[in-house]
């Protein structure tokens, strides 16, 4: 079976496909970084403007890479929440008109069960796991006893993790987006300012939420009061701190709920520190931890081809063309929602 997925829910346009047999076949990714990097962050009407320009051609690269024909498809997925609502109808309305005309079923993806199942696309899954799903929008700890059954434990009650290190990154004006840039100046520096961690009371019936505001605030406090720290020493110290919150919250998780698996999703899994960290501390309990390939962390089309073709494989048949887009649909209500069409 060969799935198409769409991918727009924010400030990337791909087009992944995925063929049952032979695995990944393509993932193209137009990414519009350059356009949103004077604004700091992404920009949602231009970010619609750029996917309407930019679809039909990396849709046809994609189909070119994969060596396929339209008509060789099987199944069209595409994100349809959370995200950017105008992004969203893009890419969604796209892979509906060619449900609709090439008479293939259509299957609805959450972007976030994506992100997670990207970590499957070329190993086997194994369950129960608990995923920490990090990115610029997210930053969530899921119980995930099957494909489409979630418990949430936790999320950020403000900043997603990856949101504070494009914050971070403007304060310290080191460009968009911040995450990549830090991970890497970090590593030049040294964990010299001690930072805040805010909601880490172990004991708490909310611990597995997470707050990265006030982080982020106490960063600009010691920029603004300490001109001559270093900027490696700031992207050190919040580095260090971000992630460990991330691995301490993980790691309590896997121990609350005795679970032996441990999967991270999203923009910062690319993250070369929290790749350590967590790897460094699950093995000393002997978990074990799966990290998507870096090409499959930020947004891409390759997850939504994958999830739309186990979410297939759940129903046995495509969904409604009139399941609505939407900018936020939790993803234990995902199933539900989609369902009800
Ligand atoms: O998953 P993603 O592409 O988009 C959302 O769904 O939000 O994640 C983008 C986020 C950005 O905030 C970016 O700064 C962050 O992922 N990111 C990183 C790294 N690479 C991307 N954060 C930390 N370290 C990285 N190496
Ligand atoms: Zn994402």
């Not at 995925?18 to 990944?24: C, I, K, P």
């Not at 993790?161 to 970090?186: H, T």
């Not at 301490?248 to 899994?269: H, P, Q, R, Y």
């Amino acid at each position: 079976m060969i799935v198409l997925g769409i991918e727009s829910s924010c400030d990337d346009t791909s087009v992944g496909i995925f063929d049952s047999r032979e695995g990944l076949l393509s993932n193209v990714v137009s990414s519009q970084i350059k356009l949103h990097e004077e604004w700091g962050g992404v920009y949602p009407e231009l970010a619609a403007r750029e996917h309407t320009k930019n679809i039909t051609s990396v849709l046809d690269i994609a189909l070119k890479e994969a060596n396929k024909n339209i008509k060789d498809i099987d199944v069209i997925s595409a994100t349809i929440t959370p995200g950017l609502i105008v992004s969203l109808v893009i890419g969604s309305s796209v892979a509906k008109t060619l449900s609709a005309v090439l008479d293939k079923p259509f299957v609805p993806v959450h972007h976030i069960e994506a992100h997670i199942f990207a970590n499957f696309i070329e190993k086997k899954e194994d369950y129960p796991f608990i995923a920490l799903v990090v990115s610029g929008g997210h930053t969530e700890l899921y119980l995930v006893e099957e494909f489409g059954k979630y418990r949430l434990l936790g999320k950020t009650i403000d900043d997603a993790v990856g949101e504070a290190y494009d914050k971070v990154a403007r304060i310290l004006n080191l460009g968009f987006p911040g995450g990549p840039i830090i991970d890497k100046l970090a590593k030049k520096g040294t964990h010299s300012i001690h930072l805040p961690k805010p909601l880490s009371r172990k004991k708490s019936e909310h611990r597995f939420n997470f707050s990265f505001s006030g982080l982020k605030t106490a960063v600009l406090r010691e920029v603004e009061k300490n001109k001559l720290c270093k900027p490696e020493d700031i992207a050190c110290s919040f580095q260090e701190t971000a992630v460990e919150i991330l691995v301490e919250k993980t790691l309590d998780a896997v121990k609350t709920f005795n679970i032996k698996k441990i999967v991270v999703a999203g923009g910062v899994s690319a993250n070369s520190r929290l790749r350590e960290r967590l790897n460094e501390e699950a093995k000393k309990e002997g978990i074990e931890v799966d990290f998507p390939h870096l090409s499959l962390c930020t947004d891409n089309g390759a997850m939504v081809a994958f999830a739309g073709y186990k979410r297939f494989l759940k129903k046995q048949s495509g969904y409604s063309l009139l399941i609505e887009t939407k900018a936020k649909i939790p993803l234990e209500k995902f199933e539900e929602y989609i369902n009800s069409f």
